[in-house]
């Protein structure tokens, strides 16, 4: 379905019109869930209204035909094969299914790090419960160089194998959630492959944020949220499997009608979906019809991508936007809180961040859960021991009540941290007043804790 009005519009205020913001409140939280433009939104509702009008014909018989037009285009953007790219709910959903497909033995270990996804790590601790697998974690505090990050990594790796244990996966980022910084995927990929681990990458925050080569980089495992980068609407994620991987995954989550049963298995009925691709994989026909839900998204990658260039100019100049403004915003934050932002320590004049190249950045808060560094600065508020959470939660509603707006915090190596999230909706001027509004409710914050004190 082709979009109406594909005539190129300014990034900021003018795009931000193009989109399905509220008036009444400056969307600077893209990262958590994403949005789409009004235009995907009438395709949304154009293949909605297809359904609901013929349910069993659609969902049949033309749900295979819209989702290989979908898996065609997302994978001509990561430079892949069609038949090496399905769709899943997202990112942690993707993840799971490679880890559930997976077999272990007793002396197999996953390993992560130490900021990865929340979600993915419980799954993680889940898995271990009913599997022979064990777990080992790559401990640092964020600064660090992505060198540094690669040499923990195969200490990791190199102390796990001394043990006589079988690195059988890893799992990392593109860039991580909170706190947002790039990761060194490219070079853990390759890492990966000279040790004999499968990489299995949570690409969360990738498609539609920074260029992917998939076909240049060839993880084992990759799972990206078009939802969150790509303008397609909530839930749809592109999960890549090479063909030299497929023949672990037989079974989506929940196991559905195309399940790949063992040859020695119990035979079972056969898929109630039709497609008329006899030269389908296996694997393709597996993640088809995945029990009873609403696919719509899906069907919209291409339209999110027609109105990515036609009405924003390309991938290119998008991601050139993203880190740009991500930089700018950072900046300007952190200049305002007399604070810092999140990037390698100790980087030589002129020097590029790595950890900053992308879409997303982080600044640090006056704040902060530890006495040592409370002492490096008169301004930091110092938190009780495990206040953090709590404090977090209260700068979130304050500043959502009050001010119209979301941004995320975390606690991390002893501060409290904000994540600014870059949009082609967005400019300086949104986070000059993102920047007002975070100086204000730390100022309310600390007056707050010098009233609890007086009164001690």
């Given at each position: 379905?082709?979009?109406?009005?594909?005539?190129?519009?300014?990034?900021?205020?003018?795009?931000?019109?193009?989109?399905?913001?509220?008036?009444?409140?400056?969307?600077?939280?893209?990262?958590?869930?994403?949005?789409?433009?009004?235009?995907?939104?009438?395709?949304?509702?154009?293949?909605?209204?297809?359904?609901?009008?013929?349910?069993?014909?659609?969902?049949?018989?033309?749900?295979?035909?819209?989702?290989?037009?979908?898996?065609?285009?997302?994978?001509?953007?990561?430079?892949?094969?069609?038949?090496?790219?399905?769709?899943?709910?997202?990112?942690?959903?993707?993840?799971?299914?490679?880890?559930?497909?997976?077999?272990?033995?007793?002396?197999?270990?996953?390993?992560?790090?130490?900021?990865?996804?929340?979600?993915?790590?419980?799954?993680?601790?889940?898995?271990?419960?009913?599997?022979?697998?064990?777990?080992?974690?790559?401990?640092?505090?964020?600064?660090?160089?992505?060198?540094?990050?690669?040499?923990?990594?195969?200490?990791?790796?190199?102390?796990?194998?001394?043990?006589?244990?079988?690195?059988?996966?890893?799992?990392?980022?593109?860039?991580?959630?909170?706190?947002?910084?790039?990761?060194?995927?490219?070079?853990?990929?390759?890492?990966?492959?000279?040790?004999?681990?499968?990489?299995?990458?949570?690409?969360?925050?990738?498609?539609?944020?920074?260029?992917?080569?998939?076909?240049?980089?060839?993880?084992?495992?990759?799972?990206?949220?078009?939802?969150?980068?790509?303008?397609?609407?909530?839930?749809?994620?592109?999960?890549?499997?090479?063909?030299?991987?497929?023949?672990?995954?037989?079974?989506?989550?929940?196991?559905?009608?195309?399940?790949?049963?063992?040859p020695d298995g119990p035979k079972t009925a056969p898929s109630i979906m039709q497609s008329d691709d006899a030269n389908k994989?296996?694997?393709?026909?597996?993640?088809?019809?995945?029990?009873?839900?609403?696919?719509?998204?899906?069907?919209?990658?291409?339209?999110?991508?027609?109105?990515?260039?036609?009405?924003?100019?390309?991938?290119?100049?998008?991601?050139?936007?993203?880190?740009?403004?991500?930089?700018?915003?950072?900046?300007?934050?952190?200049?305002?809180?007399?604070?810092?932002?999140?990037?390698?320590?100790?980087?030589?004049?002129?020097?590029?961040?790595?950890?900053?190249?992308?879409?997303?950045?982080?600044?640090?808060?006056?704040?902060?859960?530890?006495?040592?560094?409370?002492?490096?600065?008169?301004?930091?508020?110092?938190?009780?021991?495990?206040?953090?959470?709590?404090?977090?939660?209260?700068?979130?509603?304050?500043?959502?009540?009050?001010?119209?707006?979301?941004?995320?915090?975390?606690?991390?190596?002893?501060?409290?941290?904000?994540?600014?999230?870059?949009?082609?909706?967005?400019?300086?001027?949104?986070?000059?007043?993102?920047?007002?509004?975070?100086?204000?409710?730390?100022?309310?914050?600390?007056?707050?804790?010098?009233?609890?004190?007086?009164?001690?």
């Amino acid at each position: 379905m082709a979009l109406n009005d594909t005539s190129l519009v300014p990034y900021g205020a003018a795009m931000r019109e193009r989109f399905l913001c509220d008036p009444f409140f400056l969307n600077l939280n893209h990262g958590s869930f994403g949005t789409y433009p009004l235009a995907v939104r009438n395709v949304l509702r154009q293949y909605q209204d297809q359904v609901e009008g013929r349910p069993d014909p659609f969902i049949r018989y033309n749900t295979p035909k819209e989702l290989d037009k979908s898996r065609e285009a997302v994978a001509r953007l990561l430079n892949v094969p069609r038949d090496e790219c399905v769709f899943v709910k997202n990112a942690t959903t993707g993840v799971a299914t490679v880890l559930q497909n997976l077999p272990f033995e007793s002396n197999d270990v996953i390993i992560h790090f130490e900021t990865v996804y929340g979600a993915v790590e419980k799954g993680i601790a889940s898995l271990v419960e009913s599997r022979p697998v064990q777990i080992r974690k790559v401990h640092y505090e964020m600064p660090i160089s992505h060198e540094e990050l690669v040499e923990r990594f195969l200490d990791v790796v190199k102390t796990a194998q001394r043990e006589g244990l079988n690195v059988k996966v890893a799992i990392f980022d593109v860039i991580t959630s909170l706190p947002a910084v790039r990761f060194p995927f490219e070079r853990l990929t390759q890492v990966c492959r000279e040790e004999g681990i499968l990489s299995l990458i949570d690409g969360a925050h990738g498609i539609g944020q920074i260029p992917l080569d998939l076909g240049q980089l060839q993880p084992d495992f990759f799972a990206s949220n078009c939802h969150k980068w790509l303008f397609v609407p909530r839930g749809c994620c592109v999960l890549y499997i090479p063909k030299r991987n497929q023949h672990l995954i037989r079974t989506t989550l929940p196991t559905s009608w195309g399940y790949i049963p063992p040859p020695d298995g119990p035979k079972t009925a056969p898929s109630i979906m039709q497609s008329d691709d006899a030269n389908k994989t296996a694997f393709e026909s597996l993640f088809e019809f995945v029990a009873t839900s609403d696919d719509t998204p899906y069907f919209c990658v291409p339209a999110a991508l027609e109105f990515r260039e036609k009405v924003c100019g390309g991938e290119e100049k998008i991601y050139a936007y993203l880190e740009t403004l991500a930089k700018e915003a950072a900046d300007i934050v952190a200049e305002v809180l007399g604070t810092e932002v999140m990037q390698e320590p100790n980087l030589n004049p002129g020097e590029e961040s790595q950890l900053r190249r992308c879409g997303m950045s982080t600044v640090r808060l006056p704040i902060t859960t530890r006495v040592e560094l409370a002492r490096r600065t008169d301004s930091a508020v110092l938190l009780s021991p495990g206040e953090g959470g709590a404090v977090v939660d209260w700068f979130q509603r304050r500043i959502t009540e009050r001010y119209g707006t979301f941004l995320p915090l975390v606690e991390h190596g002893g501060w409290l941290w904000v994540r600014l999230c870059a949009q082609v909706y967005l400019e300086k001027k949104d986070f000059e007043r993102a920047a007002q509004v975070l100086k204000e409710v730390c100022a309310q914050f600390a007056a707050e804790r010098a009233r609890e004190k007086s009164r001690l």
